[in-house]
């Protein structure tokens, strides 16, 4: 099931903003999305892609958000939501720079009784 670990991530809150070298996560507490594609979303009525313009400054805002949803389409996209405000990393060949586009970690002391592991789209 290929979003089982999307799941685990509803009802938690954004922590941090990480910009590392050639892609971005976002931590929950020990819980990590890596967008290794470039990820792109909506804060609010505010659309951005990074890395242009100002999308690191947007970006910042979704600490302290609680996610509340998600969406995973295969080959098009995986987001997380939280409100109005949705992070979306696109999962399509073009959009890849190597193999993979995404990457969830949750430790084992992170995984609420959910499972633990990791997930590689």
Do not use: K, N
Request: aromatic share 10%; charged share 20%; glycine share 14%.
């Amino acid at each position: 099931m290929p979003d089982e670990g999307l799941l685990l991530l509803v009802g938690r809150e954004v922590s941090a903003v990480c910009f590392v070298r050639d892609h971005v996560e976002l931590h929950f507490d020990g819980v990590i999305l890596r967008a290794l594609a470039g990820p792109f979303g909506l804060y609010g009525c505010r659309g951005w892609r990074f890395p242009h313009g100002d999308a690191p400054v947007v970006m910042r805002h979704y600490i302290g958000h609680v996610i509340d949803g998600y969406e995973m389409v295969p080959a098009g996209l995986l987001a997380v939501d939280s409100g109005a405000h949705r992070f979306a990393i696109p999962l399509g060949e073009d959009a890849r720079v190597g193999q993979e586009a995404a990457h969830l970690v949750v430790p084992e002391g992170a995984a609420r009784g959910g499972r633990h592991g990791m997930w590689i789209w």
